[in-house]
C-alpha cells in the first residue's frame, strides 16, 4: 500500500520561501509520477506542478518563474521548492502519485489516474 506523508509547510511572509517534501512509502518507486495540488478555503483543488517518471515537468502559469518540483528516487521523496511566495499562495497542499506516464492531465486534481493522495501540509503567506 502506498503512503505519502507532506511535510515543511508553514508561515511566511510575502516574499518568502518554503519547501515542501512528500516522503513516499509503500508499493512506489521512480515508475511513478507525481504532482503537487493545492486548496485554498472556499475554492476548488487546483494543480500546481507535476513531475513524470522521466523528470519532465509541468507548472500552472501562477507558479512558473517561483516554484520548482524535484524527486529524489533513492529517497522515494518529492519536493516543492517555493520562492516569492505571494499571499494568493496560502493553501492545502497536497502531493499525489499515479503510475507510469500521463498523456492529459497531469495538473488536473479530478484525474482519476492520480491514485495515492497525502493528507496534506498547510502553507501560510501573509501580506
Known amino acids: 500500500q502506498v503512503q505519502l506523508v507532506e511535510s515543511g509547510g508553514g508561515s511566511v511572509q510575502s516574499g518568502g520561501s518554503l519547501k515542501l517534501s512528500c516522503a513516499a512509502s509503500g508499493f512506489i518507486d521512480s515508475t511513478y509520477g507525481m504532482g503537487w495540488f493545492r486548496q485554498a478555503p472556499g475554492k476548488e483543488r487546483e494543480g500546481v506542478a507535476a513531475?513524470?517518471?522521466?523528470?519532465?515537468?509541468n507548472y500552472t502559469d501562477s507558479v512558473k518563474g517561483r516554484f520548482t518540483i524535484s524527486r529524489d528516487n533513492a529517497k522515494n521523496t518529492l519536493y516543492l521548492q517555493m520562492n516569492s511566495l505571494k499571499h494568493e499562495d496560502t493553501a492545502m497542499y497536497y502531493c499525489a502519485a499515479y503510475v507510469g506516464y500521463l498523456r492529459f492531465g497531469v495538473l488536473d486534481p479530478e484525474n482519476y489516474d492520480y491514485n495515492y493522495w497525502g493528507q496534506g501540509t498547510q502553507v501560510t503567506v501573509s501580506s
Open positions: 513531475i513524470d517518471p522521466d523528470g519532465a515537468t
